[in-house]
């Protein structure tokens, strides 16, 4: 791919605080770098704006390697852009093409407030987290890894679950702001492992109660979930996780 | 976990969805069968509607599938209840939309459009009891003629109230409208209730997902065939 500079337009949602009304304002970017990042588009237009005396626009940004889950960008009517499997800061501008208009808008969904600009709160999956996402080990030296054995396939299956990052893509692509794919990868990564079997059934329950009461719908099953998640976390899980939540409902003694 | 709490929830207003969707499923394969006898005329029409009705008659006659129409009422109900709750509450969850949307990225349109091809099928389910259903339980309206059946038996003529009603081409037209709807409602609700229901593991997923297409396409079309093949003369 041959490196080149191209010109665009941004429509950016600019919303001073979550109280406030927010509304689109449009900038133009000059000579971006096809070789930069989505984010450091964004670092050399607020370079600009605070050289121009002006605010610049507020995102969620860490890692900047794909791996934290920070980075919370809808562009152009797709979570993280139109790249599959990438967040938002491993999405690169060569994904665009010179005089393009790009939209960027913030997650939308009840659970997730617009902080400002285009940060939005996302601790309601921290709260899911604290409500089961969890083991409880005993104090002392940990378990030999080894003594221990798990199936390969359930190994496998349950380390693809933990590779979600948390970064909420599947709430802002769902047509009901469900968080179901983000429970159900939490709940299958640790409910395939036998550190995971002890809490296996209140994990479930109780993830979902939190997971209702933070204000996320119900799923639906369309899938669009699975094709936004740059972690490529299966819809499957979202099956498991009916099926761990069916089954302590049915089971629980009390 | 109480058993309110367990059937509330977000997954539990979905597996009510799954379980009532399934128990319909089950009533479109008897009722497909029941209504598919009016094709005998097709191959032997001195038959006259005879095995249809007579089909009609022993559903109309018999004490369990009497009883068993009142549990498919309270399928209906349930189901028809809780999807306009659930696609109300969804729609609810996100009350400032995107100004670009994403539309096929990702999901297909009728997986998105339950609520609405729901709706439609209601309405159309409105009809088709005010044409059928309420005439051969209350009214008698078109059934003033009982006809006398091979096994003895007097009975509703089912089979002429059918040929009367599908004379008229916008009956006709809405009812294949109606079947298609419920085409795509199958297609996403299939493989999305047993989903709903824990069906993770990959094959088997694969083997009920392509059974539940063939359904969603052969179901709606032998029941669109019939509207048609009245109109058309092929039988009655």
Known sequence: MTHKNINLKLKVWKQKNSKSAGNFETFV????????SFLEMFDVLNERLIGEGKEPIAFDHDCREGIC????????????????ATTTCQLHMRAFNDGDTIVVEPWRANAFQVIKDLMVDRSAF???????GFISVNTGNAVDANSMPV??????????????IGC?????????????????AKVTHLALLPQGSPERRTRALNMVAQMDKEGFGSCTNTGACEAVCPKEISIENIARLNKEYLMAGLTLEK | MNWSQLFTSSIGKKIVMSVTGLFLISFLVVHMGVNACIYKDFFDPSDNGDMFNRAADYMGKTVVIRLMEIVLFAGFFIHIIQGLVLEFQNRSK?????????????SKWYSRSMGLLGTILLLFLLLHWWHFWIPSRFTERGLENPVLLSNGRVSHDMFHLMKATFSEWWIVIVYIAGCISLAWHLMHGFQSAFRTLGLHNDRFFKLVNAFG????????????LMPLSFKMGWIG
């Open chain 2, 213 to 224: 297409i063939g359904f969603s396409v052969v179901v709606p079309l032998i029941f669109a």
């Open chain 1, 69 to 84: 889950g920070t980075c919370s960008m809808y562009i152009n009517g797709r979570p993280h852009g139109p790249w599959h």
């Open chain 1, 126 to 132: 921290d709260r899911i987290i604290q409500a089961g």
């Open chain 1, 151 to 164: 199936e390969k396939d359930k190994a496998d299956a349950s380390f693809a679950a933990a590779a979600c």
């Open chain 1, 168 to 184: 909420g893509a599947c709430v802002a692509a769902c047509k009901n702001s469900s968080a179901m794919l983000f429970v159900s």
């Open chain 1, 29 to 36: 970017v000059k000579d971006i770098s096809t070789e930069m």
């Open chain 2, 94 to 106: 996100r009350k400032l939309g995107y100004q670009v949307q994403m539309g096929n990225k990702g």
